[in-house]
Nanobody
Framework: QVQLEESGGGLVQAGGSLRLSCTASGRTFKTYSMGWFRHAPGQEREYLGGISWVGGSGTYYVDAVKGRFTISRDNAKNTVYLQMNSLKPEDTAVYYC???????????????WGQGTQVTVSS
């Protein structure tokens, strides 16, 4: 089992950048694929993309964020990052990280979730 904690959310102006972090507990972080989701009020939860367990297939992004968002991981720190650039007001949401043991990152099927961090983009 793994526990996840996000940080780095906040208020940013349109066009700005934020980097979210998600730190995982446990010694087997390298065996987990990690994903990022967001949930805006009145909308369904949206999968943004993921990064594979070490030795897997790399990264995957949905079209809505491809080219603006970058997912990376630092296995020495048990941390996955979501770098968000060129932010838009419609990116305002609660952002969640998630983990899946040897998961397939093109499928938004994750087993463990963080508590979320709020990102607000002002116009």
């Amino acid at each position: 089992q793994v526990q996840l904690e996000e940080s780095g959310g906040g208020l940013v102006q349109a066009g700005g950048s934020l980097r979210l972090s998600c730190t995982a507990s446990g010694r087997t972080f390298k065996t987990y694929s990690m994903g990022w989701f967001r949930h805006a009020p009145g909308q369904e939860r949206e999968y943004l993309g993921g990064i594979s367990w070490v030795g897997g297939s790399g990264t995957y992004y949905v079209d809505a964020v491809k080219g603006r968002f970058t997912i990376s991981r630092d296995n020495a720190k048990n941390t996955v990052y979501l770098q968000m650039n060129s932010l838009k007001p419609e990116d305002t949401a609660v952002y969640y990280c998630a983990a899946s043991w040897y998961g397939q990152i093109m499928d938004p099927l994750y087993d463990y979730w963080g508590q979320g961090t709020q990102v607000t983009v002002s116009s």
